[in-house]
Every structure is written in C-alpha cells, then in structure tokens.
C-alpha cells in the first residue's frame, strides 16, 4: 500500500526516535516523507487570516503550526490529486506509532478488505466527544462513528476525496486545526467516518499534550473525550 508521512524539518527528530523504528517492523507499508510547510518560518497567508478564528484556535495555540500542518496536508493533497492515485493509500503523521507491530500488516488488510462499499476514508488511530458520539460496530474489523478528532492516521479510498477535503478548507468560514476541517468535511458531505474496531496506531505519548488511552492516545482532557 502507498504510504506517505508528513514532517518537518524542526520535528525530523521524532522520525530518528520513533517512527522508522516503528515502521521499519511492516512489510506492508514503506511511508515515503512528504516535506511538509514549517509554519514558524512563514507569515500567515492572507486566505488563512481572513477568516474568523475558529473555536480549535484558542489562546495558546501556535496558530502558525496549525496553518502549517494544514498547509501541509493541501500541498499533500495536490500532489496526489494530480498523480490521480487511485488505489487505497495511507497518510501518517511524524507522531504516529505502531501499537501492536507483530500483527499490523494482517490488521491493516483485514481492515481494508473489510471495509463496506460505501468507504472513503478509514481511521487507524482517533478518539471521539464523550457527549455526542455514536458507535456502531460494523463488522468485527470495522466500526462507525458519527464524530472523530485526530488525523495522524488515515486510510484513503483514492484521490477524490482529497479533492472534496482540499475544497472544503478553503470554503470553510473559520480557521481551525486539521482534525476540525476533515470533520466538518465528512459530515457535510455524508462520509461515513469507519475507524479499525482494533486500535492500530497511537501518537506517541511523548508528543502529546494528554494520552488519553493506551490503545489509541489523543490530546484533550480525559473528562471531554473518549476512546470508545
């Protein structure tokens, strides 16, 4: 399967520490690093600080880290949009670890394959709103939410639903952390949002501001979120 992970070059140490290690342990997968935009190092643009701050950009956020990984993900997106990657494709994000590494290549197509007809995108790693979410297990390798945060993991079904992901940030009227965008994105668009029933990949504990469980990780406070 085509695999791609994003960094930069300030955060190339997480690749050394954790990532290849990790990784390196699947036949199946072999992520190709993808450059992404170093957001400290440039001034917002201005289609980014024309719209109102969204409810993601709070007071300590970097907002220029944030554009950054935004950025990164359309420049991301055009790239295999114009390659026309038709096939199912995986993108990491440089925190990204492989929980049970023995067993993920079997997991990762037993997911796949499973998947229902109507599939676009597929999550290996996420965690969801306590108060608003519902889950459905749809098979025992897939499951359906109705909300799902993170993005640092992610099955494709090919290059269109890049192009409704890419469109939808520029139209959106707010600026807010990627996870918002493909959110809004899936939901407005009527994209079931399917998620591995067995949890593949966590982000690295040492990146995050709170891990919330052991088998799938996320920031946030513990009372707000949940796994499943």
Known sequence: MKSFVISVPSL??????????????????NPELFAGVEGKDHE?????????????????????????????????????????????FLILEDDSTI?????????????VKHLPNDWSI?????????DTTETEQINNYVSLSNSMMQTNAIVYKNYK???????????????????????????KNQIPLYYSTKKLIIQYPY????????????????DDWFVD
Not at 122 to 130: A, P
């Open 12 to 29: 190339y140490h997480r690749l050394e520490e954790t990532f290849w290690k990790s990784f390196s342990s699947s036949e199946l997968i």
């Open 44 to 88: 917002l643009p201005e289609w980014w600080v024309s719209k109102t701050k969204g409810n993601g950009i709070l007071e300590h956020t970097n907002e220029n880290a944030v554009w950054g990984l935004v950025q990164s993900y359309i420049n991301l997106f055009n790239k295999l949009i114009d390659e026309k990657i038709d096939e199912p």
């Open 99 to 111: 929980i049970d590494e023995e067993n993920f290549d079997n997991d990762l197509e037993s997911f």
């Open 122 to 130: 597929g999550y290996l790693s996420g965690y969801m709103k306590k």
């Open 161 to 187: 639903v890049l192009e409704v992901l890419r469109n939808q940030i520029y139209e959106h009227d707010t600026t807010d952390p990627i996870d918002f965008y493909f959110l809004e994105t899936f939901n």
């Open 207 to 222: 990146y995050t501001t709170t891990v919330i469980e052991p088998t799938m990780g996320g920031a946030g406070s513990s």
